[in-house]
């Protein structure tokens, strides 16, 4: 069957830094994406790996593994407006992004 | 660039009484549109994908006469929830893709849907 495992919900302190892992087991592999949801509001793309190694891009960096089917998005010098849902997605086969239930972020001050 | 457009972005309507909720994409040719359901603290569940010109494809257990899905154009997709009920009540989230050498989807606004 196809999965994807991330922790339900991290705290970390504003300034400092966290990393959010993803599992992922689908049928077939066209790359894994990180989207941020904060709520009550739709999700917003933040990265897209589909070769192994980390892409970084300002305070945020996704890295990708696919021998291991494991990816994690860091997130540097956190902020209060960083506090919301981090989504792992991998999109199959076909073309159709399975998604994990979500790891909510608590930033403390 | 990629904007996707929802609307409405709330609606409140009663028991058994349609609901139409329109998802466009602004600056590109959608060929995909993906419709999604969330509830609350849930992550996203599909319900069902549809390209411009054809018949939808509904994920298992999504009722394809009572959420009526409508592609009639490369930029306009609407999904139709028949028959409201309160268990109709969610947050719904309209995504296009196709933008060429993209496999992202890139996700309208949501809409919040009351059922009283």
């Known amino acids: 069957g196809q999965n994807i495992d991330q922790p339900t919900e991290m705290t970390a302190t504003e300034g400092a830094i966290v990393q959010i892992n993803c599992t992922y087991q689908t049928s077939g592999f066209n790359g894994l994406f990180w989207y941020q949801q904060h709520a009550g509001e739709a999700p917003t793309f933040l990265s897209y790996?589909?070769l192994d190694g980390l892409e970084e891009k300002g305070r945020f960096s996704s890295f990708l593994s696919r021998s291991k089917g494991y990816s994690y998005l860091l997130l540097k010098e956190l902020q209060m407006k960083d506090s919301a849902s981090y989504l792992c997605?991998?999109?199959?086969?076909?073309?159709?992004?399975?998604w994990g239930a979500g790891t909510k972020l608590i930033i403390k001050p | 660039g990629a904007v996707v457009s929802q609307h409405p972005s709330r609606v409140i309507c009663k028991s058994g009484t349609s609901v139409k909720i329109e998802c466009r994409s602004l600056d590109f040719q959608a060929t995909t549109m993906f419709w999604y359901r969330q509830f609350p603290k849930k992550s996203l569940m599909l319900m069902a994908t549809s390209n411009e010109g054809s018949k939808a494809t509904y994920e298992q257990g999504v009722e394809k006469d009572k959420f009526l899905i409508n592609h009639a154009s490369l930029t306009l997709s609407t999904l139709t929830v028949t028959s409201a009920h309160p268990e109709d009540s969610s947050f719904y989230i309209c995504s296009a893709g196709g933008l060429a050498g993209h496999n992202e989807q890139y996700f309208g606004p949501g809409t919040r849907l009351t059922v009283t």
């Open positions: 790996n589909v």
């Open positions: 997605a991998s999109l199959d086969s076909n073309y159709q992004l399975i």
